[in-house]
């Protein structure tokens, strides 16, 4: 029943302008709860190709990611930037081959 109600056009309309979100339904959203940014969200799901994303590992091997991953951790914690400039070199270089 709670699957019902969340997947259904107005289980949609009902919880997407709330969260700031955009409904997964491309038959919801066409009320006028919705604020601008998200009526552009929506119309730019129709016409603009989508962009694989990093850090869902969609954009690049999963060993690359990780290896992305670790260097970004290590530049949070260290605030290095050459060295981190240097790993996502050599990161990008072994990918590469």
């Known amino acids: 029943a709670w699957l019902k ?3 259904s056009v ?15 339904r491309t038959d919801a ?11 552009s969200a929506m119309k730019d ?13 969609f954009a690049g ?3 690359w990611v990780t290896d992305w991953q670790n ?3 290590s530049f949070a914690s260290k605030l290095d930037v050459k060295a981190t400039q240097d790993e996502l070199v050599k990161i990008a270089k072994d990918a590469l081959g």
Do not use: M, R
């Open 10 to 24: 107005a289980g949609q309309d009902a919880f997407n302008p709330v969260k700031g979100s955009i409904p997964a």
């Open 61 to 63: 091997k999963q060993s």
């Open 5 to 7: 109600v969340c997947g």
């Open 71 to 73: 260097a970004v951790n």
């Open 29 to 39: 959203g066409k009320t006028s709860d919705y604020d601008e940014y998200q009526k």
């Open 45 to 57: 799901w129709t016409t603009d190709k989508i962009v694989p994303s990093l850090v869902h590992g």
